[in-house]
C-alpha cells in the first residue's frame, strides 16, 4: 500500500482567504483524487488530478474555487480558494491500489476550519 | 451507476458483544465492496474487501464481511468489539465498466459507539 503525506494536518483560516493543501505519495502513481468530507457526512469526490494533464472536476465543483496542481507522478495540491465557512470540512488525498479494483488508499486528511 | 445505502446512521453496543453493519449497494454490473473505517482525527483504512471468489472476507482487527448477491448485500460483522473499534465505518463500491473499474461511491457511514 502506498503512503500518502497530506500538510498541513489542520488549519483555521479566516474567511476570504485561501489555502493550499499539499500532498505527497512515497511511489509513483498515475491518478491521485481529492475528496471531501463535510462535517458529520460520506466523502464526496471533487476531482481526479491525473499528471500532464488538466484535472477532472466532478459536478458541483470547479476550478476556480478548487485549482488543483500535479506536476509529477508523486505531488500535487488543492488550493480551496476565497474561503467560506461552508469550506470548513476534512479534504482527503487519495490514489488507486494496485490491480484495477477501485481499491483507493487514503492520506489523514487536512482539517480546514474557516472563520 | 452504483450507489450505497449504509441503513444504520449510529450503531451503540456494549464491549464484547457481536456487531453487524448493514451495507446494500445498487449496480447493473459486477462490483467490487469495500469497508473503510475511519478513527476519530484520521483518515480513512481499508478493513476488508471483496473482490471475487469466496463470498465471505476477513479484514483486520477481527472483521469479517459476507456478500451477498442475491440481496445485493455486503453486511460487516464482528464477533466481539472492543472499546478501540468506535470509530466510522464506509461501505463502497465500485462497479466493473468495459474491463475497467469505476471510481469508488461511499455509504453515508455508520458510527459505531462501543461503551463498557
Known amino acids: 500500500s502506498a503512503v500518502i503525506s497530506q500538510k498541513p494536518s489542520r488549519d483555521i483560516c479566516q474567511r476570504g482567504t485561501s489555502l493550499t493543501i499539499q500532498c505527497q505519495v512515497d511511489?509513483?502513481?498515475?491518478?491521485m483524487f481529492w475528496y471531501r468530507q463535510q462535517p458529520g457526512q460520506s466523502l464526496t469526490l471533487i476531482a481526479t488530478?491525473?499528471?500532464?494533464?488538466?484535472?477532472?472536476?466532478e459536478s458541483g465543483f470547479v476550478i476556480d474555487k478548487f485549482p488543483i496542481s500535479r506536476p509529477n507522478l508523486t505531488f500535487s495540491t488543492l488550493t480551496v480558494s476565497n474561503m467560506s465557512p461552508e469550506d470548513s470540512s476534512i479534504y482527503l488525498c487519495?490514489?488507486?491500489?494496485?490491480?484495477?479494483?477501485?481499491?483507493?488508499?487514503f492520506g489523514e486528511g487536512s482539517r480546514l476550519t474557516v472563520l | 451507476a452504483q450507489s450505497v445505502t449504509q441503513l444504520d446512521s449510529q450503531v451503540p453496543v456494549f464491549e464484547e458483544a457481536p456487531v453487524e453493519l448493514r451495507c446494500n449497494y445498487s449496480?447493473?454490473?459486477?462490483?467490487?465492496l469495500f469497508w473503510y473505517v475511519q478513527y476519530p482525527n484520521q483518515g480513512l483504512q481499508l478493513l476488508l474487501k471483496?473482490?471475487?471468489?469466496?463470498?465471505l472476507v476477513k479484514g483486520i482487527n477481527g472483521f469479517e464481511a459476507e456478500f451477498n448477491k442475491s440481496q445485493t448485500s455486503f453486511h460487516l460483522r464482528k464477533p466481539s468489539v472492543h472499546i478501540s473499534d468506535t470509530a466510522e465505518y464506509f461501505c463502497?463500491?465500485?462497479?466493473?465498466?468495459?474491463?475497467?473499474?469505476?471510481?469508488?461511491?461511499f455509504g453515508t457511514g455508520t458510527r459505531l459507539q462501543v461503551t463498557l
Open positions: 487519495s490514489v488507486t491500489g494496485r490491480g484495477n479494483t477501485g481499491e483507493l488508499f
Open positions: 471483496y473482490l471475487s471468489g469466496s463470498t
Open positions: 449496480s447493473s454490473v459486477s462490483v467490487y
Open positions: 463502497a463500491v465500485s462497479d466493473m465498466v468495459a474491463g475497467t473499474a469505476s471510481k469508488l461511491t
Open positions: 511511489s509513483q502513481v498515475t491518478m
Open positions: 488530478a491525473n499528471q500532464g494533464s488538466e484535472a477532472t472536476y
